[in-house]
């Protein structure tokens, strides 16, 4: 398609919008965009909004491209054609709907509930802002057949989504994904969407929920007695103006601590963030206010958590007194190690427990599990699979803990999706057991590096936009599995994993314990020495992602410099002779 064509089917397609079917701002704003600003009209128009396996996602405004109401409604009435087919044998088909603080978070919601209502479903619609993993808990809390949650997670503030949920809780999965994007895409206009809403279908809840969720969580504690021994210990809390503010500060007093320091102009729910470029705990920049306001107290842990309440960020102590930020990997690292300790501590290890993580997540999780005689399994990226073993095992093993690289992490069954709500807590409970011992986090990680070998890894995205990008990064991966290195860094190649390819996929279930690992684009190389490299294409951006994993010993914690300075060498050489840019 050359120019002249985008542009005359852009404008075909914006002319529609014209019309009384749209409300009054959304006809003046295309008008004025036909007449003064082709540019913008072409990037409105020139597509539908993809409505992926997670859902949609994308930037707030007028047109097909866009995240709005009417992009909003036909995805919802998609998914209302899917659960009319899939769950006919039942009465009445009912979901449950939150949003977060983002700027329309409200109106998209109460659009999905309203047209949720009018196909004739019983509608859960949250008061005012909660977290996504209190929706998913609300899913099965309701006994829902799906659910949506609100939220473009931790993009910029011109960002906002949609997600899709199933019955279990769990974020949709094959084979119900693609099978809801084709009755998504079927709805090819607002005239198909049944805009009558039932207002009797529709049922706000709110305290009544959060008391039975935020329970649920306080029964996750391990420590009571240290936490009592413990309990002014500071924690420093920003929900980074979004829906973590609810419930955290709430959860840590039910588990007994009474010295929550608020990072206050973020306590503000604000689709605009006002007081960070973006609200992402995994960018240090968002961190900077909660950090100050840890040195001006001297806390002893600092936690913050995305618009959504799904991920956390932590910053501890070093040995130096200076706090540092820790990445996803370590983070999941001391969690995990907490749990498998007072797990086995308090006599709960009984031979049919299990952890989860992604196979790009730190080894050393599987290393922890092996002390403990837990199994530990391996899921591709995405947390939906790790809710997916969790409904595997129901009634056959306990679901200890799990958690991806990506700061997201889980105990127990009873939510599944990632939780950062109870991770605060339980982190919190974490730097208290590590406080009674008369250490800090850090100094606990160094421990465990010390134990079971210290793990590195870092993540590199190579950024390729457009049509041309999506080319060059099918070529990088073409090359990598046509021509894999026969060594790296000196270290002989001991095995190649091809996501792709029946046979790898047939080892690695097997080596998972018979835990399936669906097909997806993913490269693995693992080489002697223990390092890991794993290569695949985002499925959310225009990216290509290498994952770097490697591995020393450290004899003991005053090494860790020296090991560390070793280990980031390593990376840096792996990544220039694989020529990564």
Excluded at 200 to 224: K, M, Q
Excluded at 451 to 478: C, D, P, R
């Amino acid at each position: 398609m050359d120019n002249r064509e985008l542009i005359e089917r852009v404008r075909t397609r914006a002319t529609m919008w014209l019309s009384d079917k749209y409300d009054e701002e959304t006809r003046k704003t295309v008008a004025y965009l036909l007449d003064h600003n082709e540019d913008e009209l072409i990037e409105c128009f020139y597509r539908d909004l993809e409505f992926g396996t997670g859902g949609l996602r994308g930037i707030m405004g007028v047109g097909t491209n866009r995240m709005n109401i009417y992009t909003v409604a036909m995805a919802t009435q998609g998914l209302s054609n899917y659960l009319i087919k899939e769950f006919s044998d039942i009465p009445r088909i009912k979901v449950a709907i939150a949003h977060d603080s983002r700027n329309n978070s409200r109106l998209f919601a109460e659009t999905s509930a309203n047209i949720f209502s009018a196909n004739g479903f019983k509608v859960y619609l949250f008061e005012d802002l909660r977290p996504t993993p209190e929706l998913s808990f609300a899913i099965r809390h309701f006994n829902c057949q799906s659910g949506v949650v609100i939220t473009a997670s931790h993009n910029p503030k011109e960002y906002n989504g949609y997600k899709a949920y199933w019955d279990d809780g769990g974020q949709i999965i094959s084979p119900h994904d693609k099978l809801i994007i084709q009755e998504v895409q079927s709805i090819q206009s607002i005239d198909k969407v049944n805009f009558k809403a039932k207002p009797e279908n529709i049922e706000i809840v709110g305290e009544a929920v959060d008391a039975v969720y935020t329970d649920r969580i306080t029964g996750l504690s391990l420590s009571p007695e240290i936490i009592k021994r413990q309990s002014d210990m500071k924690i420093v809390y920003t929900p980074l103006h979004g829906s973590g503010v609810k419930l955290v500060p709430q959860v840590l007093r039910k588990f007994g601590f009474t010295n929550v320091i608020h990072v206050e102009q973020q306590d503000i729910p604000d689709g605009n963030f006002p007081t960070v470029h973006s609200p992402n705990p995994e960018e240090s920049s968002a961190l900077e206010l909660a950090i100050k306001k840890a040195e001006k107290t001297d806390a002893d842990i600092v936690l913050a958590t995305d618009p959504d309440a799904d991920r956390v960020g932590v910053v501890v102590k070093n040995k130096d007194g200076r706090f540092v930020i820790l990445n996803g990997n370590q983070s999941a690292t001391l969690l995990i190690n907490y749990l498998l300790t007072k797990w086995a501590a308090n006599g709960k290890i009984k031979g049919r427990e299990y952890i989860v993580k992604t196979i790009v997540t730190t080894e050393l999780l599987a290393e922890m599990a092996k002390k403990y005689k837990v199994a530990c399994y391996d899921v591709l990226t995405g947390f939906k699979y790790i809710a997916d073993v969790i409904k595997q095992f129901e009634g056959k093993a306990t679901f200890i803990g799990g958690g991806e690289e990506s700061y997201g992490y889980l105990a127990g069954d009873f939510v599944r999706d990632k939780d950062a709500i109870m991770s605060c807590a339980l982190l919190s409970e974490a730097a208290a057991y590590a406080k009674d011992q008369g250490m800090t986090m850090f100094e606990q990680l160094l421990e465990i590096y010390r134990e079971f070998g210290f793990y590195k890894e870092k993540l590199i995205s190579v950024t390729k936009k457009g049509k041309t990008g999506a080319e060059e990064i099918q070529e990088m991966m073409k090359k990598f599995r046509l021509h894999p290195p026969a060594s790296i860094n000196n270290s002989p190649m001991t095995e190649v994993m091809d996501y792709l390819d029946p046979k790898c996929l047939e080892k690695a279930n097997l080596k998972n314990g018979g835990i399936m690992i669906p097909k997806s684009d993913v490269l693995q190389f693992f080489t002697a020495d223990g390092t890991i490299i794993s290569i695949r294409p985002s499925g959310t951006e225009p990216k290509i992602k290498f994952y770097f994993g490697v591995k020393g010993k450290m004899n003991n914690t005053g090494a860790y410099q020296q090991v560390n300075e070793a280990l980031d060498k390593k990376i840096d050489d792996i990544i220039r002779e694989l020529k990564i840019n």
